[in-house]
């Protein structure tokens, strides 16, 4: 039927367009054949392609990329499985890789979608992922399920396991035998014994044997047979006794485990360790700024709560996920302790000059694709932070906002370029709703227009032209060499006596309001 999806070993993929049983003609479209259009009989379909069904790897990938790569980020091992079937069962992970680059995913977007993928990959019981082999291990779909004990051992002691990927597979026994599954005495000795001989290891190695701490006591905890086994532990101050740069515990990936070390060790000592973490705090990984954030109470430390933040929000691409976060406690008012330190209504609009910023980078020749993979993730984020809720963000910002900087916020998001035009109304309708005062004075105001400004501008034809050439000339390249100032000027150090970035920023703050009036 039309819309059908066949595979030809020379031509590819194609979707069936055009068919006519009576004249014994079937049009297919194989979008990556140098003849894309092939006319072709039904008796050659039957012997020659092979018929995929709908909802098949390959036929979402020939009709709904889109919607395949959305299915790969949400569910990396249904993916993969759905590719398997596809593939006989097994397929190398070069392969995989080939068969998704530049269709899928980036260079970029593949290590971290596959970086992801593998570790959940090795988890799933269903799956065998040759170890150690890098882009020649192969991937197969098993006819049977692994066992728990072989789940397990196979996670915890691959030979590549990271970290992570042993704590990860330490929990998952926990639970399963907190839930009544079995496993042999001599596997839980094995993996006691590795853990032991790792709390024991090199105390320039700090997550390992905080890690291991963490796991054997947990063990020991909810596993009768292992605390026999492990008998008593060291204190915890004793294993974080090493422990004096704060930094050094970075590696330690498991947000549980890291809250936990890095409350003890700021309750260790005291105010230098609220000092230290604060310092740390706008470089740190998302995990540990979240444990810094809940271990330094900001309530009785506003001064070093806000400075840290201050610095991130400053270096946005420094550590985009952690700015992210942040950036989300404070739309979502769940810092309400620092509102009159970071007032919502400022920070809109910093986000919205953010947004120009970073979308002026990614479109920008010369771009070192990693920037421009940043620029467009922290695009998307902020955005959906904004646009949450119908715009609940700018609800709250504009309740008790002058009106003047009311109708400054309309234009800035009138005429932004991150919003499509359905957004755009959406933000000023609720604009409308919460303020109905601007709705009051004579003609309403428009949302390009300004209190002090009138809402006619007269010119002349040539006084027109110099407008629309002002105009042109701004949105192509005065602002954005601007912004180029503004990053070059971010390079420098320390933002908050960098009178240049400040300079710039304010610049770039006139310039935006020059080409609002010129567009009214």
């Known amino acids: 039927l039309p819309g059908e999806v066949y595979s030809h070993p020379y031509w590819g993929d194609g979707v069936i367009t055009e068919l006519d049983i009576p004249a014994d003609r079937v049009v297919l479209e194989f979008p990556e054949s140098e003849e894309p259009r092939r006319q072709i009989t039904l008796e050659f379909l039957s012997k020659h392609l092979r018929h995929r069904p709908a909802g098949s790897f390959t036929a979402r990938m020939t009709k709904d990329p889109a919607g395949l790569r959305e299915f790969a980020e949400n569910d990396p091992v249904g993916f993969v499985k759905l590719t398997l079937a596809d593939f006989e069962c097994r397929i190398r992970q070069a392969e995989l890789k080939d068969l998704l680059l530049d269709r899928l995913f980036s260079e970029a977007e593949w290590t971290r979608w596959w970086s992801r993928a593998r570790a959940e990959l090795r988890l799933d019981p269903w799956i065998d992922f040759e170890s150690g082999r890098g882009a020649r291990a192969e991937i197969a779909l098993r006819t049977q399920p692994r066992s728990l004990e072989d789940e397990v051992l196979e996670a915890y002691f691959d030979p590549a396991a990271q970290l992570e990927q042993r704590i990860g597979a330490v929990r998952e026994l926990v639970k399963a035998l907190l839930d009544g599954a079995s496993i042999a005495p001599a596997t ?278 110099r407008a629309a050439a002002e105009l042109h000339e701004l949105n192509t390249v005065t602002i954005p060499q601007n912004a180029k100032e503004i990053e070059k000027a971010r390079s420098e150090g320390d933002l908050r006596e960098n009178a240049g970035y400040h300079g710039a920023r304010e610049r770039h703050a006139h310039l935006l309001r020059r080409a609002h009036f010129l567009q009214e």
């Not at 485990?257 to 470089?283: H, T, Y």
């Not at 800035?412 to 005062?437: G, K, M, P, S």
């Open 188 to 465: 839980l000795e094995r993996m006691i014994r590795d853990l032991q001989a790792r709390l024991q290891g090199s105390a320039t190695q700090t997550p390992e044997p905080l890690a291991a701490f963490y796991l054997l006591e947990m063990l020991s905890d909810c596993v009768r047979a292992a605390a026999d086994l492990i008998g008593p532990l060291p204190a915890e101050h004793e294993v974080l006794a090493p422990v004096t740069n704060y930094a050094d515990l970075f590696d330690l990936p498991d947000p549980a485990f890291a809250a936990r070390a890095m409350k003890r060790i700021i309750e260790r000592d005291g105010e230098e360790g609220v000092a230290q973490a604060s310092r740390l705090f706008p470089r740190a990984p998302l995990v540990w700024a979240q444990a810094i954030w809940g271990a330094m109470d900001p309530e009785h430390h506003v001064v070093e709560a806000v400075r840290a933040v201050r610095e991130l929000l400053e270096r946005p691409f420094d550590n985009p996920e952690t700015f992210h976060w942040a950036a989300r406690q404070i739309t979502e008012r769940r810092w309400k302790h620092l509102d009159d330190y970071l007032p919502l209504g400022p920070f809109l609009f910093d986000l919205l000059e953010l947004l120009n910023e970073w979308d002026a980078l990614a479109r920008r020749l010369g771009t070192p694709p990693q920037q421009v993979e940043t620029a467009k993730w922290l695009t998307g984020k902020v955005r959906s932070l904004i646009t949450a809720g119908d715009f609940e963000v700018v609800a709250q910002a504009v309740a008790d906002m002058p009106r003047d900087q009311v109708q400054e916020l309309r234009r800035t998001i009138q005429l932004h370029n991150v919003f499509h035009d359905a957004a755009r109304n959406a933000a000023d309708r609720c604009i409308r709703i919460v303020r109905r005062d601007l709705e009051e004075t004579a003609g309403a105001l428009s949302p390009a227009a300004s209190v002090e400004e009138p809402k006619v501008n007269y010119a002349t034809p040539k006084g027109l032209a």
